[in-house]
């Protein structure tokens, strides 16, 4: 299992504006040149806020789930919690394999229940007692960059399209109908700003320093 922490600020900018960025960014060495993938999310509830990838603007306390896939690759798909306190943003993923995405989709949870990984057991007790379930599915058309000290990033929007309505057969297909969320020739653009701990906030949360990046790269 993997974990971050970050503040993040969000914004949409014209397109143009976005191409300027980018050009700069080329030049500067201290970028790495990012290429576009698709990142696609089935969020475990149906009321997100596009801009800031489910999690609530303001200051209330939230958690998110779900599964995310890139470039299609269903090989590599990955559960995700991201949650926010008082404007800090944590995120927590680990591997998850097809098969255990669709005993998710049929209802079959218990498994679980006495995972190793605290994430699984988390997700567990939102969809046995909270009744989560998925809710949306959102692919976004994304742009990294990391900087060489690994503590910030860009991360760019071109596209954010979505459905409500899927099923189990259409859920991971890039054939899936959609309808697009961002307005023509803008774009989102997200900073973020990694958070380095004490070690013993690391020792009392659990949280694994080592494993502090932005993992995976286009979340």
């Known amino acids: 299992m993997f974990d971050e922490m970050y503040y993040e600020e969000n914004n949409i900018i014209p397109k143009e504006e976005y191409k300027h960025i980018i050009d700069t960014l080329h030049k500067e060495k201290k970028?790495?040149?990012?290429?576009i993938s698709v990142v696609r999310k089935v969020?475990?509830?149906?009321?997100i806020n596009y801009l800031t990838d489910a999690v609530s603007v303001n200051q209330e306390n939230t958690d998110s789930y779900c599964v995310m896939m890139t470039d299609w690759d269903t090989d590599?798909?990955?559960?995700?919690k991201k949650s926010k306190r008082e404007g800090l943003i944590s995120k927590s993923y680990t591997r998850l394999s097809e098969e255990e995405f669709e005993?998710?989709?049929?209802?079959?949870?218990?498994?679980?229940?006495?995972?190793?990984?605290?994430i699984f057991r988390d997700f567990y007790l939102q969809l046995t007692i909270n009744q989560l379930r998925?809710?949306?599915?959102?692919?976004y058309e994304r742009q990294s960059f990391r900087m060489n000290s690994k503590k910030e990033y860009m991360v760019f929007d071109l596209s954010i399209r979505s459905t409500y309505l899927f099923t189990k057969d259409t859920v991971l297909s890039p054939l899936l109908e959609q309808t697009e969320r961002l307005e023509q020739n803008r774009v989102v653009v997200t900073y973020k700003q990694m958070v380095?701990?004490?070690?013993?906030?690391?020792?009392?949360?659990?949280?694994?320093?080592?494993h502090q990046c932005l993992l995976p790269e286009f979340a």
Request: aromatic share 14%; hydrophobic share 40%.
């Open 31 to 35: 970028f790495r040149p990012a290429r």
């Open 43 to 47: 969020f475990f509830n149906r009321e």
């Open 76 to 80: 590599h798909l990955i559960l995700e």
């Open 103 to 118: 005993r998710i989709l049929d209802g079959d949870y218990e498994w679980m229940a006495s995972a190793r990984e605290s």
């Open 134 to 139: 998925p809710g949306v599915v959102v692919d």
């Open 196 to 210: 380095e701990l004490p070690g013993f906030i690391y020792r009392m949360t659990g949280i694994e320093q080592k």
